[in-house]
């Protein structure tokens, strides 16, 4: 069965301090993920998807096959981050997202 | 451009009444989502619908329909609502090409007493 995992429900770290939010997937076929981001009242939107390989505001994500993991990384954290992140695979045309997990950025 | 609209932002209904959830979209999108969203358990995909004139279950339908109105609107009923569906709806869309990016609406803050 396809599942995402997210073991932090809550992730705090200060203003500067690098940050990285895990997600560890189960999924026989060749995988398509991605991180959505949820900012304080604004609507869930995608950050960045492994295929395009790109850095979307200063954070990073690389698909680890071996692993099953597609953490999301960025050296320096800033307080406009404090938000909540999911991380999402693709199947059959569906997104199976997992639990999220809360990043508080404090000064 | 409005994107993924939602009606009504917030509804608060008591145990056993019904009521319909709009969602409509203006990207000319073919597949189109509903979740639900609760602490501590991520979005859950209640129904979707890949194409105009298809639906299907998601994850947890029970206790929900769906209609696929036409291209553009997508909507979500609740025949007899209970506590257990107080949640956060969220619509989403997509072109339906396979492993697109998803487009949601702001969301419905439904409260079940």
């Known amino acids: 069965a396809q599942r995402v995992t997210q073991p932090e429900k809550l992730l705090s770290v200060f203003k500067g301090a690098p940050v990285e939010l895990k997600c560890n997937y189960s999924?026989?076929?060749?995988?398509?993920l991605f991180w959505y981001v949820q900012y304080s009242r604004q609507r869930l939107q995608l950050l960045l998807r492994?295929?395009s390989r790109e850095s979307i505001k200063g954070f990073t994500a690389d698909l680890n096959k071996g692993e099953t993991s597609f953490h999301l990384k960025k050296p320096f954290a800033q307080e406009e981050d404090s938000a909540m992140y999911y991380c999402?695979?693709?199947?059959?045309?569906?997104?199976?997202f997992g639990t999220g997990t809360r990043l508080l950025v404090s000064p | 451009n409005a994107g993924v609209t939602q009606t009504p932002k917030f509804q608060v209904l008591k145990t056993g009444q019904s009521m319909t959830l709009q969602c409509a979209q203006d990207?000319?999108?073919?597949?189109m989502y509903w979740y639900r969203q609760d602490p501590g358990m991520g979005l859950r995909l209640i129904y979707y619908?890949?194409?105009?004139?298809?639906?299907d279950k998601g994850e947890v339908p029970n206790g929900y329909n769906v209609s696929r109105l036409n291209k553009r609107e997508f909507s979500l009923r609740l025949e007899s609502a209970a506590p257990s569906q107080t949640s956060v709806y969220f619509c989403?869309?997509?072109?339906?090409?396979?492993?697109?990016?998803?487009?949601f609406g702001p969301g419905t803050r439904l409260t079940v007493l």
């Open positions: 619908s890949a194409s105009e004139g298809t639906t």
């Open positions: 989403a869309t997509d072109p339906g090409q396979g492993a697109d990016e998803q487009f």
């Open positions: 492994h295929i």
């Open positions: 999402a695979l693709s199947t059959f045309q569906k997104l199976v």
């Open positions: 990207m000319n999108h073919n597949s």
């Open positions: 999924y026989s076929g060749s995988p398509e």
